[in-house]
Structure formats: C-alpha cells, structure tokens
C-alpha cells in the first residue's frame, strides 16, 4: 500500500503465493481532488506481464462537498462507461442534524464508499449507458430516503454503530465486524434492486458470484439497517 503527501491512499497492489514465490496479482489506484476527496478509482488486474484493466470509477462533487455522480465502467470492449448513478440533496438540511442510517467510517473503508453525504440525501438514481447514441437512458432504477425527525440540541443521539465489513473489493469472502450493532439479518442486493442472497451469518460467499458492484444491507435485532457498497472482483 502506498500514501500521498497528506496521507490518503494512492494504490494498493496485490500479490498472490504461486509455485513457493508471491507474484502480482491486482493494482488499484486511488486519486483525488485538492479537497482529498475521491475523485477516481481504477482496478486492474495482472496478465502475466502487465497490468490490464478492470473497473474504473469516476466521481463528481457539488461545492458543498457532497457526492452527486458516480460514472463505473465494467466493459472496455465498447465505448462509453457502463452507467452512472446521480445523489439529489436538499441542500438546505445538514445530514449531522438528520437522524439517519449513515455513520461515520474508520480506516480505509472511506476509499470504497461514496462518502460523505454533507447534505441530506433525498434520492439515488442509476442510468444504464447506450453505446450506440452515445447517451444515458432514461433513470431505470431509483432509491428514495425518507427521515422521520431531526435531531435538536438537546436529544442525545443513540450510541454509533460501528460496521467493518473487509475486505473490499473481495475475491470471495466478504467478512462483517460490529459493536453497538447485533445483526438479524444480512442481505445482497444487485445494482437494479435486485436482492439475491439472505443470511444471518457475519461472513458472506460471494465466490460464485460474477464481477461487479453489489449492496449490502446489514439489519438489526431492532429493525435500523446499515448499507454498504461492496464490490467483487
């Protein structure tokens, strides 16, 4: 792993045991803007001689700070990126006032996640990408955050739970770590929406699963959930 001047990630670069010697297996490489916000991530993996790409994201923020598009691209063999997904804010509202899903994250899960929402989020958006006109389609799929209170000064905010779920990206085994957070259940969902696997274990087999970027909705004994973008290689 390697760092920037102030301390941010530039890449990760992984190796593989094959035949008694490590060789190289995967790079990703990290970049960012003059705030130290994620500005692009790039994974690549290894050929044999060289490394060739795989996923790529690009992301773009508002003068609040807050994320608002998400370009991925999976498929390099067409042109144009593979879709995007668009954040709507009501800018008037902060999120710090807003009793919500959404806590504060440690280490390096920040890199991987489309965090911070300064403002309070209203909606994320997906458009899948059309190479033939060179354009987005219409919105396919669509999540909606409704918040019942906010918070005033004097209410006391319930202790933060505190979720690591490494490592991602993940090859196979995803692994969930909590406090202040007793799970009932642990759902995978597609990037339409679509769920595809429920358990109530704390580590998930995404071995058989194919490429690409999937949801985890993690979910407590009291009904609160925790959701995390998580990605397979």
Do not use: C
Request: proline letters at 3%.
């Amino acid at each position: 792993m390697n760092y920037n001047s102030n301390g941010t990630v530039s890449d990760i670069i992984g190796e593989e045991f094959q035949n008694d010697t490590w060789v190289s297996d995967y790079r990703d490489s990290f970049t960012y803007n003059g705030d130290g916000q994620l500005t692009r991530k790039i994974f690549e993996t290894w050929n044999g001689s060289s490394y060739e790409l795989d996923e790529e994201f690009d992301y773009t923020y508002d003068n609040n700070g807050n994320l608002i598009v998400e370009v991925s691209d999976f498929n390099f063999s067409t042109a144009g990126p593979e879709g995007r997904e668009t954040y709507v804010y009501d800018t008037s509202e902060l999120m710090s006032n807003i009793a919500n899903p959404f806590v504060d994250k440690t280490g390096l899960e920040y890199v991987f996640d489309d965090f911070p929402y300064v403002n309070k989020i209203l909606e994320e958006r997906y458009e899948s990408y059309d190479s033939n006109s060179s354009s987005f389609n219409e919105v396919s799929s669509k999540r909606v955050y409704n918040y019942n209170s906010t918070l005033s000064i004097e209410e006391a905010a319930a202790p933060l739970a505190k979720v690591n779920v490494y490592p991602n990206p993940t090859s196979g085994i995803l692994n969930i770590e909590t406090s202040n957070f007793e799970i009932a259940k642990v759902s995978v969902y597609g990037l339409f929406g679509n769920q595809i696997l429920t358990t109530s274990k704390q580590m998930v087999d995404l071995e058989s699963f194919t490429s690409g970027v999937y949801f985890l909705e993690l979910t407590d004994v009291s009904g609160q959930s925790s959701k995390h973008k998580i990605i397979k290689k």
